[in-house]
């Protein structure tokens, strides 16, 4: 289970609810996860403070139920006060813990926001930190060529300058066909992975102004380029782990999910980038096989128009829109994207039960997944 999914159960756990075992299991090593646990746990210590600090004088709110349908049956049940009254507490609840997650983000200092770009295979990731938090790990691209593994952390973040330590390595791509190269390497995210594969490779401190381009060396004879800009506030609009702005080559699915006309088809498991000479990324829909969005026309595709963070085509007499957390592409919007349907997925993976990310390159590459 990777974090996308396992997010969704942060909360519960918190709260003390059942939660699948490998939901669990992932939030109980993964650092990302367990940071956001944490952060639920100190809003909750920081509402109880405020509410032994708070004047005697001030009627309680009523008793709210927490979670799922009872919220509208609250609103529309018989009440002991008013339904306005009841709205704004509401409203007074919700506003007082988006207020205390803003505030603590304003105490903590600037925030960085930066894409690394891996130049021999033109793939880009991106992420955002503030000082002082743990390392974010990542790989920057697939394709052919040599992939690096690269860590990165922040311990100071100003308006004209940031302290980076990072490590990276370059490391082949697996032998053998194009599935078992993507088999072998849906797992490189899980954190001890990453870390046994970045082991031995030396940190190296260094300094960034914010606007330029930053050339850091691999171990392993390669390089990523890193650009960013610095923050006072959270930016309103951001995806960690991906590129923000695109390039008008690259092509990006970040926190997707697909609808054909009113049918909510499902959120797409994965996400990736990539920019190449046809670039190009895949997903697998259960039931109606493996989509492939590309920049360039090529046999078989059908014209659709991206914008921004959305993709609108028809096929077959549906109309279909893609949802990206993140502009899809760069360049003048909006702009033609062509989507091509087999209806199998990769042969080589088991059945899946929402749709998932299948592969990012050129159009060839995942195509050839698909005969």
Known sequence: MECQEAGNFVSPLHDGETVPKEAAAHIGVCRNCKERLLQYA????????????????????????????????????????????????????????????????????????????????????????????????????????????????????????????????AIEPAPGSEEEKTAKYQAPMMPQVMTKILAGAPFQELEYKPGQTLEIPVEGGSKVLLSGQVYHLRPSFSAEWFPVTPKPDEIVLSQAALVRGNQFLGEVQGSGSARSENSAVGICVPELGAFVFALKPFDGAVQGLAEFGQVHFKMDGDEYTLFSATPITGGAQPREIWVYRHPNCPRSWPPIKAPQMIGTGEVGGILDLLR
Do not use: C, Y
């Open 42 to 169: 100190q809003m909750s210590t920081e509402l109880r403070l405020l509410a032994h600090t708070a004047p005697e004088d001030i009627p309680p709110l009523p008793n709210l139920p927490s979670r799922g349908w009872q919220w509208t049956r609250s609103l529309t049940a018989r009440a002991l006060v008013p339904r306005l009254a009841l709205a704004l507490g509401i409203v007074a609840v919700v506003g007082l813990s988006l207020g205390l997650v803003l505030m603590r983000a304003q105490s903590a200092g600037f925030w960085f926001q930066f894409d690394v770009n891996n130049p021999e295979t033109q793939g880009s990731v991106g992420g955002l930190l503030q000082a002082g938090e743990p390392a974010r790990d990542m790989f920057v691209s697939q394709g052919p060529h040599k992939w690096v593994a690269f860590e990165i952390r922040a311990p100071r973040v100003e308006t004209d300058v940031v302290k980076l330590v990072v490590r990276a390595r």
